[in-house]
Nanobody
Framework: QVQVVESGGGLVQPGGSLSLSCAAS????????MAWYRQDPGKQGELVAS???????NYAASALGRFTISRDNAKNTMTLQMTNLQTKDTAVYYC????????????WGQGTRVTVSS
């Protein structure tokens, strides 16, 4: 069973920076694409960024130029570096890890809240 744990959320002022981390514990499973999603209550969830094992990255238009996603395949970890945060970035951020032995399945973390406010 793959366990996914996020960390790094918190309160930041507009224009500030924050880094989120995701760690996946896997014994026999292969780790595929990792991604960050976010959802604010009352709003539709959205994909923020994703990264494949060979470091192919994909960003939402709202994140492009401000957020950077990276991963360490040896440690099964992923990081989302966020800069120039705006109030619209306020949400709960969830880590998604696609992992499995014979086929890949989605594994979600519990979420970490990011609040951008002055």
């Amino acid at each position: 069973q793959v366990q996914v744990v996020e960390s790094g959320g918190g309160l930041v002022q507009p224009g500030g920076s924050l880094s989120l981390s995701c760690a996946a514990s896997a014994t026999r499973e292969s780790i595929g694409t990792m991604a960050w999603y976010r959802q604010d209550p009352g709003k539709q969830g959205e994909l923020v960024a994703s990264i494949t094992p060979d470091n192919s990255r994909n960003y939402a238009a709202s994140a492009l130029g401000r957020f950077t996603i990276s991963r360490d395949n040896a440690k099964n970890t992923m990081t989302l570096q966020m800069t120039n945060l705006q109030t619209k970035d306020t949400a709960v951020y969830y880590c998604l890890v696609r992992a499995g032995t014979r086929w890949l399945e989605d594994h979600w973390g519990q979420g970490t809240r990011v609040t951008v406010s002055s």
